[in-house]
């Protein structure tokens, strides 16, 4: 019998013996004790709001774990705010390894192939992380749900569909989700709503008048190309929900009508769209450099009234403007309608998957609840807003307010992570909607109600899980594929001589270079989705 077990039974037998000595009525020293402990552990849990059903601390005692995650902040340090709160709150001292994000990849390949995983680490893409995993070098998460209450709640009962989608064939999930990340509309299309009113043009609400728009804006300054683009040959992917061919997996996507997924590049919704393209771009309207224009010279035509209407991220709509008013106050991007058939953009995820995993060591059990804490609304204010009296305090419209940064232009999130370490990509696992993210200017307001309000989003394509043959295959055909396809867009586009004949021939070529194979794994992958439901 170790010495453990030796004192746990003496302390066992004396105990028995004074309870069996009647004396006073009082209660043991030790009954005592615990209460305080756990009085004094509630008192700390409410302290900070909302945690899930999650006690706090976290351990029971101090527990350093290091973290390895993407950031171009140098400042995560130990006396960074949000290192001693989570100390302070968990008991749990975190030890940030920061690299930045164009060196995070190769510097994630070194450490794995080491074999000295961090404690918590992310990116890796999510055929490496099951085989990690059934190598019993990450933890399988659900494994350890009955003590991870807010895992259990939005994982397994609210979107019981994350274990099928994103574990593997034996239903081991391997990866943390981050809940309700994006904001509801964050990209489409813009215009320059100064000189459309100019010229009296009204904004399109349908395809056709998007191209007579664009036809007018020409008339008015034929030397320009109203349309220009930075996406280079993503037009087609950013395009292609208009048409009812876009989805996550582009260009794999799901049919609702026929519940089966489909190859975008061969349908002829694709078709119809690569026609359009070409009449725009054969009558001057779309800036002949649209697959190869770099940001710099984009930005440049956007700002110089060289182009006027574009697609990109909604903070564009506000950046440039800032860029352009000293020279022209007048200057006005604003969101537009989509164009194509369906008339739609893209649904954004409600979870999200970064590939966020916790190494199968001794500190697994700490790691797990940490990241439980994270994902407690309680955890997502501290990560996304901050302290309360400390580095922030609630202003009259209800957001929060940072006196420090009182000097600064611009709070965003990037100021918030270098300055107290909040916002670090992979550690924000259930972001606070009240944070800075989504105080959206008026103009970026104004995107999600166009969108919202009639609902002009494609549906959400199933996430499937595929086995590790199928991922094998999928691996070798796509990047062929996709490559043929975008060769192929551009010759349509750019080529005159090109038409129904070329396109007949691409379809038989395609087909024959692995597509059918390639969408057969996508088809047998949802039936065993639809399967599981």
């Known amino acids: 019998m170790s010495k453990k077990l030796i004192s746990g039974a003496v302390a066992l037998s004396m105990c028995v013996t004074l309870a069996a000595c009647g004396g006073s009525g009082s209660a043991p020293a030790d009954k005592k004790a615990s209460d305080t402990s756990s009085s004094t552990t509630k008192e700390s849990t409410q302290q900070y709001g909302d945690t899930g059903g999650l006690k706090l601390p976290l351990v029971d005692k101090p527990v350093t774990l290091t973290w390895m995650l993407p950031s171009n902040s140098s400042n995560i340090k130990d006396d960074i705010l949000i290192v001693k709160e989570l100390e302070k709150r968990t008991g749990i001292k975190v030890q940030f ?7 995070y990849q190769d510097k994630l390949k070194v450490v794995v192939a080491s ?42 009962e609210q979107n019981n569909w994350v274990v099928k989608s994103y ?19 964050n990209h489409g299309f813009m215009y320059r709503k100064d000189v459309f009113d100019k ?68 349908q002829p919704a694709h078709k119809d769209m690569l026609d359009f393209m070409k009449k725009l771009y054969n009558e001057g309207l779309m800036d002949p450099e649209f697959l190869t224009d770099t940001q710099d010279s984009w930005t440049t035509k956007m700002t110089s009234g060289k182009s006027f209407v574009t697609w990109d991220w909604i903070g564009r709509l ?10 022209n106050p007048e200057y006005n991007m604003r969101y537009a309608n989509p164009i194509g058939p369906t008339g739609n953009v893209r649904t954004l995820p ?9 190494a199968n060591n001794k500190n697994k059990d700490a790691a797990l609840k940490l990241l439980d804490y994270l994902t407690s609304p309680s955890g997502g204010e501290l990560m996304t807003i901050g302290v309360e009296g400390v580095n922030f305090k609630w202003g009259d419209d209800k957001r929060p307010v940072y006196p420090q940064l009182a000097d600064l232009p611009l709070i965003d999130i990037s100021v918030l992570e270098d300055r107290y370490g909040m916002w670090l990509e992979g550690a924000y696992l259930r972001p606070d909607r009240r944070s800075v993210y989504y105080k959206l200017s008026e103009k970026e307001q104004e995107a999600q109600d166009k969108i919202m309000k009639t609902n002009k989003r494609e549906p959400m394509d199933p996430i499937l899980n595929f086995t590790d043959e199928e991922i094998s295959v999928l691996a070798e ?20 001589k090109y038409g129904d004949p070329q396109w007949e021939e691409w379809k038989k070529t395609t087909a024959k270079n692995g597509l059918d194979r390639y969408i057969q794994i996508y088809n047998d992958a949802q039936k065993r989705y639809d399967k599981a439901k």
Do not use: C
Not at 97 to 103: D, E, G, K, N, V
Not at 225 to 243: E, H
């Open 97 to 103: 390894q920061t690299y930045s994000p164009q060196t």
């Open 115 to 156: 074999g000295k995983l961090p404690d918590i680490f992310s990116g890796l893409k999510p055929a490496e992380l099951k085989k990690i995993g059934k190598q019993k070098g990450v933890v399988a998460i659900n494994d350890h749900a009955d003590m991870l209450p807010n895992f259990k709640k939005l994982y397994l």
């Open 167 to 185: 574990g593997d064939e034996n239903g081991k999930l391997y990866t943390w989700p981050i809940y309700d990340l994006n904001r509801d509309v």
């Open 199 to 266: 010229l009296g043009i009204k904004e399109w609400t349908n395809t056709e008048e998007f191209y007579q728009a664009l036809k007018k804006v020409k008339e008015a300054y034929p030397n320009t190309y109203p349309y220009a683009s930075k996406g280079l040959a993503n037009i087609f992917r950013d395009w292609s929900y208009g048409w009812g061919i876009g989805g996550e997996q582009y260009p794999a996507y799901y049919d609702e009508k026929d519940k089966t997924w489909k190859y975008a590049s061969v």
């Open 318 to 327: 506000d950046l440039f403007y800032n860029q352009i008013k000293a020279q």
């Open 350 to 358: 409600k979870v999200s998957d970064f590939s966020i995993a916790v």
């Open 477 to 496: 055909l796509q990047t062929s594929l996709q490559k043929s396809a975008e060769e192929f867009n551009a010759k349509y586009i750019l080529d005159k």
